[in-house]
C-alpha cells in the first residue's frame, strides 16, 4: 500500500503531519511549530503536545472537514474518488477550509493516480 501524508496548516502556519500508517492515522506536531509563542491548536480534541496521536480511524476533527451532501458527491465525481478514502477526500478537498486549518499535500509527492485514489 502506498501511504500518503498531508501538511496541516492552522492559518498560514505549518502545525503539523498527518499521515496514513499500517496501523491507520498519525498526526503530530512539528517541533517548531510548538516552540512558537502563539501556537495554537489544531482542534481540541488534539492540544498541544511533542508526542504524536495515534488512531485506527481517521481522527474526527480531519473527517469533519470533509464536505457532505451534495458538495462530497461534487467532489466525488470530479476526482474520481472512492467515498470510502476518507484521506484522498481530504487531500483533495480540504486545502481551503470554512475555518483556520487547512490540508495540503507535500510540494515533493505527487497527486496520487486514479488507481491510488480509488483503492479496492
Known amino acids: 500500500m502506498n501511504y500518503r501524508v498531508a501538511h496541516i496548516y492552522v492559518e498560514d502556519e505549518w502545525a503539523g503531519i498527518l499521515e496514513e500508517t499500517e ?4 498526526f503530530q506536531y512539528r517541533k517548531e511549530y510548538l516552540e512558537q509563542k502563539n501556537a495554537d491548536p489544531v482542534s481540541l480534541t488534539l492540544p498541544l503536545q ?3 496521536y495515534d488512531s485506527n480511524v481517521l481522527f474526527p476533527f480531519f473527517d469533519g472537514l470533509i464536505p457532505e451532501g451534495w458538495l462530497l458527491h461534487v467532489v466525488e465525481q470530479t476526482w474520481k474518488m472512492n467515498p470510502r478514502d476518507r484521506m484522498g477526500l481530504l487531500l ?3 486545502r481551503d477550509t470554512i475555518g483556520n486549518v487547512s490540508v495540503r ?3 515533493d509527492r ?3 493516480s486514479t488507481e491510488e485514489r480509488n483503492p479496492a
Open 110 to 112: 505527487p497527486v496520487p
Open 23 to 26: 496501523q491507520g492515522y498519525r
Open 92 to 94: 483533495v478537498s480540504c
Open 105 to 107: 499535500e507535500p510540494e
Open 50 to 52: 511533542e508526542d504524536p
